[in-house]
């Protein structure tokens, strides 16, 4: 059902989040392959499913991939102005990239708050996914 979708997709936005949060550092989880069969299926085919991401801070960008079927790293620079976000074009792959600072952390447990709360509304129960404290 689309409700099921909706919260498959918002409690795995709020995964990679609450991932994000915990291992800023982590260059894997500061960047999202858009064209990545799990994230089409589960968040972009659910409407507002990506734009989630978009407010929690990550934001579309081109990126080159390096050997990104065997290590799943890319290197991702440049504005987002240089690629048109409509439809995509320009060099390179399509990635959802977090550009993490310190402030950033803060809003992150804020999000996932936020989404703890929207699950708890939705499914009427406590959510699997909890926020981390700070």
Do not use: W
């Amino acid at each position: 059902s689309e409700q099921e979708r909706g919260k498959v997709a918002v409690s795995t936005v709020s995964r990679m989040i609450q991932n994000l949060a915990a291992a800023p550092e982590d260059p894997k989880l500061r960047s999202i392959r858009v064209s990545n069969k799990a994230f089409q299926s589960k968040v972009a085919a659910v409407p507002g499913g990506a734009e989630l991401l978009v407010a929690a801070g990550y934001a579309y960008r081109n990126c080159s991939t390096t050997n990104s079927i065997s290590t799943g790293t890319s290197t991702c620079g440049g504005s987002t102005g240089a690629m048109d976000q409509e439809n995509g074009e320009g060099e390179g792959e399509l990635f959802l990239v977090h550009d993490m600072n310190v402030e950033d952390r803060g809003k992150l447990h804020y999000t996932l708050s936020r989404i703890q709360e929207l699950l708890e509304s939705v499914s009427g129960a406590a959510s699997p996914v909890s926020p981390r404290p700070k």
